[in-house]
C-alpha cells in the first residue's frame, strides 16, 4: 500500500465546496489500506480551522494528519526573532517562535485571502518595515511563493509578487517553507515514515504540488481541477505519473497501478 500526500486546495475542495466524490475517494483510499497526509500551502487558516473545515465538508481526518506551512515554519524558525507578515490565524500554528516587530533575525511572509486584511498586512508601511529588517541583516523566508490562487469567482493574486518584490528591492532570495521546498516534503515524509520513491503526491499545480514531489523523489498524480490548466500542462517539461480528472477517480487508478 501507499503513502499519499492529499493537497487540498483545488484537489478536496474550491472556496469551501468539496470537488465531487473526493469526500468518498478519501475514505476508499482509507478503506484499501493507503496511509494520508493532507498537505497544504493555504497561509489563510490554522491547522485546527482547516481540519474544522474539511471534517464540515464531509472529510474524515484526525489533526495530526494535516501538514501546514505555519507549522513547518515553526520548526525552520525555531530560536530566531521574526517579523511576520501573514494572515492573524496562521501565527497560532508558528508556536513558540518569537514575533517581534524589530530587530528581527528573519522576516516571514505569508498569504493573502479575499479579505480587507490582505490590504493591512501588505500595506507600504509594512512591506517598507519588511524591507529595512532585510537590509539591516535579517533572513527573509516565505511560506510559499506562489503567484495565484484558484476561487470560485476566479483566480486570485496571491502573496508570491510581495515576495519577489522584497526579493528584488533588497537583492536577496528567500527561503521556501512550504511546498514545493524539500524541508515541507520532508517533514511529511517524517509524519509518514514513508519512502519517497513508494510516496504519491496528488494535486493540482504543476510546479508546487508536481515538480516540487518530483526533485524530492516522489511519484506524482496531476488531478484536472482547481489550478490545473491545459495550456500549462502543455507547456511544462515536468510529466506527471498520472493525470486523472479529479480525485474522486484516484482509489481505482491506484488499485490498477500498484
Request: net charge negative.
Amino acid at each position: 500500500m501507499a503513502a499519499i500526500l492529499l493537497d487540498i486546495d483545488g484537489v478536496l475542495h474550491v472556496s469551501g465546496e468539496a470537488i465531487r466524490g473526493a469526500p468518498e475517494a478519501v475514505r476508499a483510499l482509507r478503506r484499501d489500506g493507503h496511509r494520508l497526509r493532507f498537505v497544504t500551502n493555504n497561509t489563510t487558516h490554522s491547522r485546527r480551522m482547516l481540519v474544522d473545515e474539511l471534517r464540515a465538508l464531509g472529510f474524515e481526518l484526525d489533526d495530526e494528519e494535516l501538514q501546514t506551512t505555519g507549522a513547518t515554519a515553526a520548526r525552520e524558525l525555531a530560536g530566531k526573532r521574526v517579523l511576520a507578515l501573514t494572515m492573524a490565524a496562521v501565527l497560532e500554528d508558528l508556536g513558540e517562535v518569537e514575533l517581534v516587530g524589530e530587530d528581527a533575525e528573519a522576516v516571514l511572509i505569508g498569504g493573502a485571502a479575499e479579505t480587507e486584511e490582505t490590504s493591512r498586512v501588505f500595506s507600504y508601511m509594512n512591506l517598507a518595515r519588511a524591507f529595512h529588517e532585510l537590509e539591516a541583516g535579517a533572513e527573509l523566508y516565505c511560506l510559499h511563493k506562489n503567484r495565484w490562487w484558484q476561487t470560485s469567482r476566479g483566480p486570485m493574486l496571491d502573496s508570491g509578487c510581495f515576495v519577489a518584490g522584497l526579493e528584488y528591492a533588497a537583492e536577496t532570495e528567500a527561503e521556501l517553507v512550504g511546498k514545493p521546498s524539500s524541508a515541507y516534503f520532508n517533514a511529511a515524509l517524517e509524519a509518514l515514515d514513508a519512502d519517497p520513491e513508494l510516496t504519491w503526491m496528488v494535486g493540482d499545480d504543476i510546479e508546487a504540488d508536481v515538480a516540487g514531489a518530483q526533485r524530492f523523489g516522489l511519484r506524482t498524480a496531476l488531478v484536472r481541477t482547481g489550478k490545473f490548466r491545459p495550456d500549462t500542462l502543455e507547456r511544462s517539461t515536468t510529466a506527471p505519473d498520472a493525470v486523472l480528472s479529479s480525485i474522486a477517480d484516484l482509489p481505482a487508478w491506484l488499485e490498477e497501478a500498484l
